[in-house]
């Protein structure tokens, strides 16, 4: 995680002043790609219910896609 330094070590500062900024296009990365895993779970678990209402998946098919994507 890139950190550029605002102020260097010893360098005078006052209240409210920025020290340092985190670069976030690591935390933006991460939240992408956690948004994308959740939203391919969510689907695929409306998918399997859908088809199990119309009984062209087996129980253990939707067990598993509820055990695999949990409670979304």
Do not use: C
Request: net charge positive.
């Amino acid at each position: 995680m890139p950190l550029k330094k605002i102020v260097e070590s010893g360098g005078w500062v006052k209240k409210g002043d920025l020290l340092a900024m985190i670069d976030p296009r690591d935390y933006q990365n991460e939240y992408a790609s956690a948004k994308s895993a959740h939203d391919s779970a969510l689907k695929t678990k409306k998918r399997v219910t859908a088809l199990a209402k119309k009984k062209f998946v087996t129980q253990s098919q939707v067990d598993e896609a509820v055990k695999v994507h949990g409670d979304l």
